[in-house]
């Protein structure tokens, strides 16, 4: 099984300004010596996604992955501000950057810097051109934009992050969270990580809080367009990894073998060439 959403950090409260409120609890040091005797023996790969906005991200993720092996793809940080095809010659011989994401959630009006800001398309095209993933970051309330920003973006695979933060535990939020992942599924470059649920969900969430959820993205998107990821260290600040088996293993209950293991090392081999 690849997990294909992690993050390591050495913690300094000036470069993850993010990490506040209900996550407190990993402003701390969060490393491969601290995952790794948690990993059960399926888990079979890692996919590390960048963190913090700057070229030291991308430094130390790759130094990482050198040391170690269960370390299979880096989703890397780019500055959209500078030269993309400068950055983008940087990493063309690393075969360990399977693609870029930024923290799109953090902008301030993250609908319009899809839609409008001309750096970040130029960017996002010269990115799909160079056969590179492009991670989508954002919160259910940005959804409507994304199609459109995904209709544009159509030359190579996007994979949208957390299943897009659904708003959770309303009845209207998750028929326009159903409404656009309609429109979604209609591209068939636009793939889904079903991570971070737990975040959005809150500490005393359960599984079945999410399985309308994860039918939906089944229905829609088929396996072959789904990865997992558990999102480690952010989900550690309410549910440990064993729970987060746990939790996958009751969503997949009633699926077939073939069915699972298409999420689970199908979809994601493809999509990170492993």
Not at 80 to 103: C, P, T, W, Y
Not at 106 to 125: C, R, T, W
Request: proline share 4%; charged share 25%; glycine share 6%.
């Amino acid at each position: 099984m690849i997990d294909s959403h992690v993050h390591f950090w050495k913690y300094t409260p000036e470069e993850f300004p993010w990490i506040s409120g209900n996550l407190t609890s990993i402003a701390r040091d969060m490393l491969p010596e601290h995952l790794l005797p948690e990993l059960p023996e399926k888990i079979e790969g890692l996919i590390v996604v960048q963190a913090r906005p700057s070229f030291a991200e991308n430094d130390y993720l790759n130094a990482l992955a050198e040391q170690e092996p269960l370390i299979k793809g880096i989703i890397a940080w780019l500055d959209f501000e500078k030269d993309v095809d400068s950055q983008l010659e940087m990493f063309r011989n690393n075969a360990r950057i399977k693609g870029f994401r930024h923290m799109l959630q953090d902008e301030k009006d993250p609908s319009d810097y899809m839609l409008n800001h001309k750096k970040f398309n130029e960017g996002v095209k010269k990115i799909q051109q160079a056969e590179l993933l492009y991670g989508v970051l954002i919160h259910q309330k940005d959804m409507e934009a994304s199609v459109r920003f995904c209709q544009r973006h159509d030359q190579y695979e996007l994979v949208i992050d957390h299943l897009a933060k659904p708003l959770m535990y309303t009845s209207a939020g998750f028929q326009n969270w159903k409404a656009c992942m309609q429109k979604l599924a209609e591209l068939p470059h636009v793939n889904l990580k079903i991570s971070g649920l737990v975040t959005e969900g809150g500490a005393g969430c359960k599984a079945r809080d999410f399985q309308n959820h994860l039918d939906v993205a089944v229905e829609l998107f088929g396996t072959e367009r789904l990865v997992w990821g558990s999102d480690w260290p952010v989900s550690y600040a309410t549910h440990s990894y064993e729970t987060l088996i746990d939790f996958w293993n009751e969503w997949t209950r009633n699926w077939s073998e073939s069915e699972r293991l298409q999420i689970e090392v199908g979809t994601p081999g493809r999509l990170y060439k492993l």
